[in-house]
């Protein structure tokens, strides 16, 4: 019989499973780096890794937040797309006249109101999360072009634009959130009632818990980052166009799993998600750095996503492995 492990080796093999995406990071960046030094160990491309993940690093925590949930949401990056050219039209055309801070709350508040429609669907109505959200992704999606079928380039405040267009204004900013909905999340009562809610519905409602309610709210946060999404995206690109966001979905869910959020829910970290979404900017810049084809970018990223499944079916595995007790 071999030796049992100890406390000690097996928090050590939980702590490296469940930061694994750090050591992806550290893995595929020591890589891309060894193929090609010049480009990648530049301080200013570490820099723009970061700085280019923030609006999709915000969808990856609205999927995130409904994934620890127990709910899934595939519409927040279609969602983030409409909000974006909504509050376009509402900052450049229809009321120019609404000054700063409150124009980059216009699309916070209208992402709000969209996870609000979701959260309506899922928690009041009880539709099916996966068929209902691929309702609203289409809708959202039909709905951006129906408003404006052109980029939208000029009219936007210098404030509202380097909020999420200056590396320096957006980073600080995102982390600030980062730490703020992890704090949340694993230090208060609300946040319990997520992760409550998301490992066992039936157990929760017995504690009190009402899980539709929480449905509604997490819809509601994840709309919230999606409107945070749009806002960087349009800093980040100084425009807005009609495919702003597409298909980024499964990107989104990609960067979650990978950071380890389980999706079969109750279990999760924002942290190591936000490791999850630069995990795929390393991959990016690393791809970019040998100007390797977007077409092939994309298959690059189904294999991915295909990945973090695979890495959230042997995550669980191999901890169960590491909690339950040996036979004798």
């Avoid at 899922?122 to 099916?128: D, H, P, Q, W």
């Avoid at 997490?218 to 749009?230: E, K, P, W």
Wanted: glycine share 12%; hydrophobic share 55%.
């Amino acid at each position: 019989m071999g030796k049992e492990e100890g406390p000690k080796e097996k928090r050590l093999r939980l702590f490296l499973l469940e930061n694994l995406s750090w050591i992806l990071i550290i893995a595929f960046y020591a890589l891309f780096a060894a193929m090609r030094p010049v480009g990648m160990l530049q301080w200013k491309t570490l820099v723009f890794i970061i700085y280019s993940t923030i609006p999709l690093g915000f969808l990856v925590f609205g999927t995130g937040v409904c994934l620890i949930g127990g709910r899934l949401d595939l519409s927040i990056a279609e969602m983030a797309g409409f909000i974006a050219m909504l509050s376009a039209l509402i900052l450049t055309k229809w009321f120019p006249f609404i000054p700063f801070p409150l124009d980059i709350m216009v699309p916070v508040v209208l992402g709000c109101v969209c996870g609000l429609f979701n959260g309506f669907l899922v928690g009041v109505l009880s539709l099916n999360p996966f068929l209902a959200t691929l309702g609203t992704f289409m809708a959202f999606d039909g709905a951006t072009i129906l408003l404006h079928p052109y980029p939208i380039y000029e009219g936007f405040s210098a404030h509202f634009i380097n909020l999420g267009g200056v590396d320096y204004i957006a980073i600080p900013i995102a982390i600030v959130i980062l730490i703020i909905i992890q704090i949340i999340l694993q230090y208060t009562k609300f946040g319990n009632h997520i992760y409550a809610v998301g490992g066992n519905a039936a157990s929760s409602r017995m504690l009190g818990i009402d899980p539709n309610r929480m449905y509604i709210i997490i819809y509601t946060i994840s709309g919230a980052f999606a409107g945070l999404s749009a806002l960087f995206y349009t800093g980040f690109l100084h425009a807005v166009p009609p495919g702003l966001a597409d298909g980024n979905v499964f990107l989104a869910f990609a960067g979650a799993i990978i950071g380890g959020i389980n999706l079969e829910g109750g279990r999760g970290s924002m942290i190591n998600a936000f490791a999850g979404v630069l995990f795929l900017g390393v991959v990016e810049a690393g791809l970019a750095m040998f100007n390797v084809s977007p077409f092939f970018r994309k298959v690059v990223y189904g294999f991915l996503v295909i990945f973090a499944i695979m890495i959230n079916k042997y995550r669980a595995t191999l901890r169960d492995k590491i909690l339950l007790p040996k036979s004798a």
